[in-house]
């Protein structure tokens, strides 16, 4: 198995003390990214400066779109698929904790329901972070991932119908762009990414994957 793997992408060994500061400073943005989200969420937006007002920031990282993007990031640049794991684990406990301590201890309310739906995403994370790593890789198991990354940020940025065809959040597209840029290694790789993520995301589109928001 692990030649197989191998074979799709290699692991690149890093020191311990660079291991140690990566995953440091990836839990540190969890928490830092996970109390900014909060505090937008408990400012009414007449409150916000207009510059974020105008961008919908407390929407923009209330959905999933954003989160799955960090964690793709996050994950691809990994010197391996276990170094993915953790980071991509240690991102979101600090993210999701640092969100639910405030609310708890600051707001003071327990959203039961929504906690639980991120602490299970938090207890997952390891194991589709270790898959994505190798959306980086080489042949046809690297574009199948690739493609199913750009079907699930499709279904963020996109809204499509019978009869309609929208962007839902301009942030978001600007996300699904630059997930395309994350994701490349070549014209011909990218474009059937691009190809079969689309086709994914059109017969996916009417399905339920995300059961809500923060």
């Known amino acids: ?55 919908d920031l407390r929407n923009f990282f209330s959905r999933m779109g954003v989160w799955i993007f960090l964690a793709v990031l996050i994950s691809v640049y990994c010197k391996s698929p276990i170094r993915s794991a953790i980071n991509v684990f240690l991102f979101f406990v600090g993210m999701v904790g640092s969100y639910y301590l405030y609310t708890i201890l600051i707001a003071g309310f327990f959203p039961k329901s929504y906690m639980m739906i991120w602490i299970i995403m938090t207890i997952i994370s390891p194991f589709l972070a270790f898959v994505c790593w190798y959306a980086k890789g080489k042949g046809i198991i690297a574009i199948s991932i690739s493609s199913i990354i750009i079907m699930f940020i499709s279904r963020q940025t996109f809204a499509f119908g019978f009869w309609y065809f929208d962007i839902l959040n301009t942030l978001e597209l600007l996300l699904w762009i630059a997930t395309i840029f994350v994701l490349y290694q070549s014209p011909k790789q990218i474009s059937k990414v691009t190809t079969i993520g689309l086709l994914l995301y059109f017969v996916t589109a009417q399905t339920n994957l995300f059961w809500g928001m923060l």
């Open 1 to 55: 198995m692990k030649d197989f793997l191998n074979e799709i992408r290699r692991p690149i060994n890093i020191s311990l003390s660079r291991k140690f500061l990566y995953s440091t400073l990836i839990f540190i943005a969890g928490i830092i990214l996970g109390i900014i989200s909060k505090l937008l969420d408990e400012t009414a937006s007449n409150l916000l400066p207009y510059f974020l007002e105008t961008l």
